[in-house]
Nanobody, 123 residues
């Protein structure tokens, strides 16, 4: 069974930076096609923030984080990271690592979720 474990959340002031990491562990008979980060703020739907194709390295960023967040993959450690800079109060949410053997376009296509890590940005 594959599990995703996030780390790196915390509290920062606006303009600050945080780095989230997600390590995949375990064995599966399915091939993971993409990994990504979603976030969910209270009272809002879970939304895709960034994702990366494990085959093509193609990345996606939502309009709200483009230019501020960078997703990267470290195959040797089965890890995906999200470098977040110039954080804004509206980035405050629970951030979830996600993996899929199909695509990472929406929460509906995700096969595996991490437990989540909280990011809080104060003004």
């Amino acid at each position: 069974e594959v599990k995703l474990m996030e780390s790196g959340g915390g509290s920062v002031q606006a303009g600050g930076s945080l780095r989230l990491s997600c390590v995949a562990s375990g064995v599966t008979d399915k091939k993971t096609s993409c990994m990504g980060w979603f976030r969910q703020a209270p009272g809002k739907e879970r939304e895709r923030v960034a994702s990366i194709s494990l085959y093509t390295q193609e990345t996606y960023y939502s309009d709200s984080v483009g230019g501020r967040f960078t997703i990267s993959q470290d195959n040797s450690r089965n890890m995906v990271s999200l470098e977040m800079s110039n954080l804004k109060p509206e980035d405050t949410a629970m951030y979830y690592c996600a993996a899929s053997d199909k695509n990472c376009q929406s929460a509906d296509t995700i096969d595996l979720w991490g437990q989540g890590t909280q990011v809080a940005v104060s003004s």
